[in-house]
């Protein structure tokens, strides 16, 4: 049975009741998380308190990187164990595991070297007064985090929360608890004050809303859905606590027909496939100009039917959605397809080793989606991706900027002119020119536009985030 993580030890929960921790590749229950409660949640948040106002306010910007960099080589050291971890928690096939664990030191150590370089500026202001700025953390820093990349999450949003100076109390989901309840312990060892880093389990409804609410939390940052997303605003706004809403996408991938086929044709595979299709920045519509439309979708079919789908211990191209309630929602949306009459390309093949109690689902690739089906507005979360044709420029802007969200777009051509006009008409938090995602990017500020949220986490850009901005003026004659 695993425990809460409060104040650097292990917590039953005061409800003491437990949810069941099931492995995605054969949907059998392995272990067991706490059911939390407002309650527990109130004991971190004290928790929390006091340790920052304790240990935590004693420690220089400079110690705080160096406590982040010890961390960040003891998650590197336990990079093997976290991947096994979240393989069976997450159904991750073993090279998504590991570079997941592997991403979540890297944070740690970007985010380690930023401690000490965060400052406020003096400002020219009249004749006989000094005016400056200090960039001060919020205090008690609140993170919600869904379950599909939980240590890349875990790392981005409380990794910069705590390089400004926040200390943290962190819901993961109920479907993946498990392998940030060993970051926390680790950090403890490598000498974490008691309360800088807290871990609740529990359901969203109970244990996320109570954090929404809870008066000492100075700061939410919350990835997850739209609909989650807008009832964690709400919560905050009773209080008038500042969020940072990471939310979904349904990003699209524009190919123009100048592009270069052999280098689309896996990064566009592979952005939809990635985590069984369940990642925000999925690359989930396929824009195609015309003249380029029928080769590409020949190759890209062949590319799907060898896909291959099975246990995450296999270590194939796809593994298993997290959920039952995942793969029925991804059914849901192709069986409407098939009413609709939008035509199936190819699909990958789940193999024979595959448990039928395990939660698979072949990647499908659909043509000619139109523009205002469900298929080409709502996310998935699923390996499915919507194909169109464009004619022109116009065109694909109007088709990319024809959903609610805005978190990425990649655009693929020679011409550096249209490179240039594609970005700025694209309305997305990130654009990718003949790439896409490149490769991670912890450097780089990442977030949405539209209903794919505000406030930016990732790179520098974060700490401005997680700190808030306090004028010092001083009238000295
Ligand atoms: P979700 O919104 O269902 O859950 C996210 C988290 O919110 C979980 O910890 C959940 O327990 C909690 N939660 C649920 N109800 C709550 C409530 N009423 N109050 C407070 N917390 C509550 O999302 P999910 O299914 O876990 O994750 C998938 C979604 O996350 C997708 O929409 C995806 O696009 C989005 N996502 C966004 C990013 C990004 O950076 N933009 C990254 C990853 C995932």
Redesign the pocket.
Known sequence: MQHHFIANAPARSSSERTLPVIDPSDGQTYDTIQRGTADDIDQAVRAARQCYEGAWSKLSAAERGRLMMRLSLKLGEHAEELAAIEQRDCGKPTKQARADAVALARYFEFYAGACDKLHGETLPYQQGYTVFTWREPHGVTGH??????PMQ?FGRSVGGALAAGNVCVV?????ACMSLLRVAQLAAEVGFPAGAINIVTG???EV??A??RHPGIDHIS????????T??QQ?AAERHCPVTL????KSPQIVFADADLDEVLPVVVNAIVQNAG????AGSRLLVQEGLYEPLLERLGAAFSNLRVGPAAMDLDVGPLIRQTQQQRVWDFLSDAQHAGIPMVAQGQVVEEAPESGFYQAPTLLRDVPVTHRLAQE?V?GPVLAAMSFRDEDHAVELANATQFG?VAGIWTRDGARQLRMARRVRSGQVFINNYGAGGGVELP???VKS??YGR?KGFEALLGFTTLKTVAIKHG
Do not use: R
Not at 246 to 249: A, N, P, V, W
């Open positions: 919600v985090i869904p379950w599909n990349y999450i819901k993961p989901s109920e479907d359901y969203g409804h996320g809303d954090l929404a919350f990835t997850g859905s739209p609909t989650v997303g009832l964690i919560a990471e939310l979904g996408g369940q990642t925000c920045s996310e979360f978190l990442f977030g949405g794919s949220g986490e």
